[in-house]
C-alpha cells in the first residue's frame, strides 16, 4: 500500500443516455486515465455514483476495470454499503477481482454509534486479506479520533481524508504515524492536503485534467509553492465552474470535450444528455 501515492482519480462511472451501464465508455475510461499517467484508480466512490448502483452493476465495474486496466495501476476500490454483509460481499469480490486495496465511507443514514462504526470497519477488514483505507468524508465524518481508533484494526492501513480541516492531515501522521496512509481528497485543496504531508491525492477532477494535478503534484514535492499555487487557481476555476453545474455530470461532459467520452450520470445527478444541453455547457465553460 506504501506505493500507492501520487494522483488517483475517484473514477467516474459511465452510463449510457438510458442510465445503464455503459461497460465500452467505462474501457475507455479506464484507457484515457492511464494513457494521461495517473498513477492509480480509486473507483466506485462517491463519484463513481456507487450507491446510485445495485451491488451487482458495482462488482461489473470492477471487474471490467481490472481487466482493462491489465495491472498498470494499483487500483483501491470502494466498497462501501449501509450494512456489513453486503459491504464484505463487496470487498471479497474485490478481493476475487485483484485490487490492490479497499475503502469504504462509515455506514450512513442512521447515525450509527461509535462502537457500531468501529465494528463496521473491523469486520469488513477481517474479512479480506486487503489493506482498508477508511474514507472520512464531510457529509458522514469520522473525525480524528475515530480515525484514531481505526488505525489500531489490523489491516487498516490509511485515511482519505476529504475536509477542509488540514491541520488534521500533520496530527494524524505525528500521533498515528508517518506509515498511515493520508490521501487528501478536497480537489480544491489539493496543493494544502500535499504541503500539509498527504501521501496521495483521490478525487473526482482528477478524471478531466489529471495532467495540471501531476505537475502540482510535482511543484510541491520541488518545494515551488509559487507554481503550485497558479495550478492550484486554474483547478479551482474548472471545479468550481463544475459544481455551480452539478458536479459529476458536468465532468463527464468535460471528459468527453477532452476526447474520453464518460456518458451521463445517473437521476437525480442526471443532466445535459441532449446536445443542446452540452453545447450550452461548453460555451459557459469557455465564457
Ligand atoms: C469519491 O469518493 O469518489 C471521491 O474521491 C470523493 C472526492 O473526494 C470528492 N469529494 C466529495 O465528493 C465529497 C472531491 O473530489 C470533490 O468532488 C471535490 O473536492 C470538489 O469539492
Known amino acids: 500500500i506504501k506505493s500507492i501515492t501520487g494522483v ?11 442510465e445503464k451501464l455503459d461497460e465500452q465508455r467505462l474501457r475507455a475510461v479506464v484507457n484515457f486515465l492511464i494513457e494521461r499517467q495517473v498513477e492509480g484508480l480509486y473507483i466506485t466512490g462517491s463519484t463513481g455514483e456507487s450507491f446510485l448502483m445495485s451491488p451487482e452493476e458495482r462488482k461489473r465495474v470492477v471487474e471490467v476495470t481490472m481487466e482493462e486496466n491489465r495491472g498498470r495501476v494499483p487500483v483501491i476500490a470502494h466498497i462501501g454499503a449501509i450494512s456489513t454483509f453486503h459491504s464484505i460481499d463487496l470487498a ?35 474479512s479480506t486479506k486487503l489493506p482498508m483505507i477508511a474514507y472520512n468524508v464531510p457529509m458522514a465524518a469520522l473525525g480524528f479520533d475515530m480515525i484514531k481508533r481505526l488505525s489500531s484494526i489490523d489491516g487498516v492501513a490509511g485515511v ?22 493520508v490521501y487528501s481528497g478536497a480537489d480544491e485543496m489539493a496543493m494544502s492536503g500535499l504541503s500539509f504531508g498527504a501521501d496521495g491525492i483521490i478525487g473526482s477532477f482528477y478524471n478531466s485534467m489529471p495532467e495540471i494535478w501531476i505537475a502540482l503534484r ?21 471545479i468550481f465552474f463544475s459544481l455551480s453545474r452539478g458536479g459529476i455530470p458536468s465532468i463527464k461532459r468535460a471528459m468527453a470535450w477532452m476526447g474520453c467520452d464518460a456518458g451521463y450520470a445517473r437521476k437525480p445527478l442526471g443532466g445535459f444528455i441532449d446536445q443542446a444541453a452540452d453545447d450550452k455547457l461548453k460555451a459557459e465553460f469557455r465564457g
Open 160 to 181: 482519505k481524508y476529504t475536509a477542509t480541516t488540514h491541520h488534521d492531515i500533520i496530527r494524524i501522521k505525528e500521533e498515528i504515524g508517518q506509515d498511515f496512509i
Open 218 to 238: 510535482d511543484a510541491v514535492a520541488a518545494g515551488n509553492l509559487a507554481e503550485a499555487k497558479r495550478l492550484q487557481e486554474i483547478g479551482n476555476a474548472v
Open 8 to 18: 488517483l482519480p475517484a473514477m467516474v462511472t459511465p452510463f449510457d443516455e438510458n
Open 92 to 126: 471479497q469480490h474485490a478481493e476475487r477481482a485483484g485490487v490492490d486495496a479497499i475503502s469504504s465511507v462509515p455506514p450512513i443514514y442512521w447515525g450509527f454509534s461509535a462502537d457500531q462504526i468501529h465494528g463496521y470497519y473491523a469486520d469488513i477488514t477481517r
